[in-house]
């Protein structure tokens, strides 16, 4: 039952750009699930408390660890994905360089030209839409 309601709130996405959680449902994702805003010194303070055990491979946004050594790590990625940053914590680290966890593939990616549509607040989900729609038409050569 559960996989049905998820395949028609995918549906909706699709058809309608958005889909209507039941009272009921937001109640009991409520209960499971929880998220916080983490600043930005608390994040560097993350990075540079699980360095070296979980970098380079990886960045912890929120974390925390138990008594018995383990740790539960939230908002986990890449370090290449956020590399400013994971550069900003760790510089000066004994035995850090950022060439050690910068893939191959990432080398001067920051310096490419990136593309920035940008979309008043008050436009919505729905002054996104038709952007999106007329990128991925152009994307395609339709």
């Known amino acids: 039952m559960a996989g049905q309601k998820i395949k028609g709130w995918l549906d909706d996405l699709k058809v309608r ?13 409520k209960l499971e699930f929880e998220s916080e805003c983490v600043s930005d010194e608390a994040t560097l303070t993350t ?20 008594p018995e050594g383990q740790r539960i790590a939230l908002a986990t990625a890449n370090a290449a994905k956020f ?6 914590a760790l510089k000066g680290e004994k ?12 080398v001067g990616l920051e310096e490419k030209e ?4 940008r979309v008043t607040k008050d436009a ?11 990128e991925v038409q152009v994307e395609l050569g339709s």
């Open 17 to 29: 750009g958005g889909f209507y959680v039941g009272k009921e449902s937001l109640e009991a994702a």
């Open 47 to 66: 990075i540079r408390s699980v360095y070296p055990d979980y970098l380079p491979r990886y960045v912890a946004v929120g974390s925390e660890e138990f």
């Open 83 to 88: 590399s400013a940053v994971v550069d900003l």
């Open 95 to 106: 035995g850090y360089s950022f060439s050690e966890v910068l893939p191959e593939e990432f």
């Open 114 to 117: 990136s593309r920035v549509i």
């Open 124 to 134: 919505g989900w729905e002054g996104v839409r038709p952007i999106i729609k007329a």
